[in-house]
């Protein structure tokens, strides 16, 4: 005869590390709830719940209405590191949302999140760089984090921050620095930037060149960029094995090279024999960018010079399946034939 046993084994699915929760939305006021308790074993499940459900942007629209961007903004100050971790790990979560975006900017989360920069555990600050990286896609949220006054704080951890790290602030920077750089070159981003070019890692080195795109667009920009010789680097990166780094150097040197000492930095460390083999890449950024930059340098009679024994090759760009190619030949050609 058959006995019953009772298993020693908890039931297969159940994770004994998240609270035990009601269906869809109904989880979110008990969550809360949970969230501001003073049992740390209860704080973390409630934390492990939400990091599944703050996937659904309806659970995010309901969390914030019910105040739990409030109980995990105070969080972030919690005194365990598993809370701080999984709760910035939430707000990522959110921030990956439009309604999460826009909330953190409403709800001033940008410096509550500042608090945690100088964290001991690698874990929670590359939580929190994810959630600037999102954040700073959308205009307001990069010049909120310009506002809040972090560009200095973010270029500062550029030089001792891990390389992952590294990254997400690269991608912060970029779209900050292209609404108001001068937070940045106050902070001296440019020599700091110059480092970067030399990383040993592609995408560090194809970030940091746009990052240079975006700070270079003001004069001042500009005219670090020369002065700190960050052009010739520039040069040497139009080489580079890595696509994206080709096209970013690139971009870099089409603005570095809008003045006249830019102009003549760039034609010193023979811009011109570099740019014009990237003319036939197979990316069209690529492609742009270096027809840009040749134009830039056919401003300068010595450029002009040298480029007009290669006017074929821009009227192969005229032919060109994109149409900002296209029109980009047509004004390189017609600033290498001009006469004066």
Same mark, same amino acid.
């Given at each position: 005869?058959?006995?019953?046993?009772?298993?020693?084994?908890?039931?297969?699915?159940?994770?004994?590390?998240?609270?035990?929760?009601?269906?869809?939305?109904?989880?979110?006021?008990?969550?809360?709830?949970?969230?501001?308790?003073?049992?740390?074993?209860?704080?973390?499940?409630?934390?492990?719940?939400?990091?599944?459900?703050?996937?659904?942007?309806?659970?995010?629209?309901?969390?914030?209405?019910?105040?739990?961007?409030?109980?995990?903004?105070?969080?972030?100050?919690?005194?365990?590191?598993?809370?701080?971790?999984?709760?910035?790990?939430?707000?990522?979560?959110?921030?990956?949302?439009?309604?999460?975006?826009?909330?953190?900017?409403?709800?001033?989360?940008?410096?509550?999140?500042?608090?945690?920069?100088?964290?001991?555990?690698?874990?929670?600050?590359?939580?929190?760089?994810?959630?600037?990286?999102?954040?700073?896609?959308?205009?307001?949220?990069?010049?909120?984090? %310009?506002?809040?006054?972090?560009?200095?704080?973010?270029?500062?951890?550029?030089?001792?921050?891990?390389?992952?790290?590294?990254?997400?602030?690269?991608?912060?920077?970029?779209?900050?620095?292209?609404?108001?750089?001068?937070?940045?070159?106050?902070?001296? !981003?440019?020599?700091?930037?110059?480092?970067?070019?030399?990383?040993?890692?592609?995408?560090?080195?194809?970030?940091?060149?746009?990052? #240079?795109?975006? %700070?270079?667009?003001?004069?001042?920009?500009?005219?670090?960029?020369?002065?700190?010789?960050? %052009?010739?680097?520039?040069?040497?990166?139009?080489?580079?094995?890595?696509?994206?780094?080709? !096209?970013?150097? !690139?971009?870099?040197?089409?603005?570095?090279?809008?003045?006249?000492?830019?102009?003549?930095?760039? #034609?010193?460390?023979?811009?011109?024999?570099?740019?014009?083999?990237?003319?036939?890449?197979?990316?069209?950024?690529?492609?742009?960018?270096?027809?840009?930059?040749?134009?830039?340098?056919?401003?300068?009679?010595?450029?002009?010079?040298?480029?007009?024994?290669?006017?074929?090759?821009?009227?192969?760009?005229?032919?060109?399946?994109?149409?900002?190619?296209?029109?980009?030949?047509?004004?390189?050609?017609?600033?290498?034939?001009?006469?004066?």
């Amino acid at each position: 005869m058959a006995h019953a046993r009772i298993s020693m084994f908890l039931p297969p699915n159940i994770n004994p590390t998240q609270a035990a929760i009601a269906y869809g939305c109904w989880a979110l006021p008990k969550l809360n709830k949970e969230l501001q308790s003073e049992d740390l074993l209860t704080r973390q499940k409630a934390l492990m719940s939400l990091c599944d459900l703050m996937h659904d942007p309806e659970y995010v629209y309901e969390a914030i209405n019910i105040g739990c961007l409030e109980s995990l903004t105070a969080l972030l100050k919690d005194t365990d590191t598993l809370v701080r971790i999984k709760t910035t790990e939430v707000l990522y979560i959110m921030a990956t949302h439009n309604m999460g975006r826009t909330s953190f900017l409403e709800h001033d989360v940008i410096l509550d999140l500042s608090f945690l920069l100088n964290d001991p555990h690698s874990a929670c600050r590359e939580n929190l760089h994810k959630v600037y990286q999102q954040l700073a896609q959308l205009p307001s949220g990069a010049r909120g984090i %310009i506002t809040s006054g972090l560009v200095p704080s973010l270029v500062w951890k550029l030089q001792r921050e891990e390389e992952t790290i590294q990254e997400l602030i690269l991608d912060t920077l970029a779209p900050c620095l292209q609404e108001d750089a001068t937070q940045a070159l106050k902070s001296h !981003a440019v020599p700091f930037l110059k480092q970067k070019l030399l990383s040993t890692n592609n995408k560090i080195r194809s970030k940091a060149a746009r990052a #240079l795109i975006a %700070i270079s667009i003001p004069l001042e920009g500009k005219n670090q960029v020369r002065q700190h010789d960050v %052009i010739p680097i520039l040069v040497d990166l139009l080489k580079d094995q890595d696509k994206e780094v080709q !096209a970013n150097a !690139a971009g870099a040197l089409m603005h570095a090279t809008v003045t006249t000492e830019g102009k003549y930095a760039a #034609l010193d460390a023979e811009a011109i024999s570099s740019l014009l083999k990237l003319l036939d890449s197979p990316l069209s950024k690529v492609r742009l960018n270096a027809t840009k930059a040749l134009t830039m340098l056919a401003e300068a009679p010595e450029g002009r010079k040298r480029l007009q024994t290669q006017v074929p090759a821009f009227r192969a760009l005229e032919k060109d399946k994109n149409q900002a190619i296209q029109r980009a030949a047509q004004i390189a050609i017609k600033v290498i034939e001009w006469k004066p």
